[in-house]
């Protein structure tokens, strides 16, 4: 009953400025399908922060060859029934996902995928598990309970100071599953000193 979602919210994706450009004059975004992807498929945003949207596509510039100018687009969000992982009831779900997926695997005689580190870090950047558990949920939901998005808060980076309960690169994503949650892009603006 709760999980249908009422209001617009303001979301932001790190890509190259060609990208950006092609997605502001008519062009749709992608749906990333990594098996290793934090939310499942779909196509990715950080919640409210441009910020780390930006940073993001620098990590990813520094990274690979994927991005040669990093750039955010803004994005105005409904993200209508949403598999909100912020909500207690919802990590039932998720449990419950990881369960059916075990016995799945299982029965298959297949090991369940892990979280994977990436080099030099001591993060679990490669959710190939949290990956699998969402789509599982997909999966097994009928047609008439489909989840348009998936909404996760998650923990990263190093801590600001000693013995601190937050991370510097601390944010919520979310990920689209149905484009039409997605009613415009636009360009973030700089602050205006007045």
Known sequence: MYSDRTGLILAFHGCDLKVR?????GAELQNSTNDYDWLGNGIYFWENSPARAFDYACEVMNRTNEIEAPAVLGAVIHLKHCLDLTEYKNLQILKNGYETLKI???AERLSLPENKKLANSNEFLMRYLDCAVIEMIHKINDSTNKYDSV?????EGNSPYPNA???EKNHVQICIRNPNCIKGYFLPRQLVNF
């Open 165 to 167: 309960g937050f991370k």
């Open 104 to 106: 799945s695997l299982d």
């Open 21 to 25: 450009d092609k997605v502001v004059n």
């Open 151 to 155: 909404r996760g808060m998650f923990l």
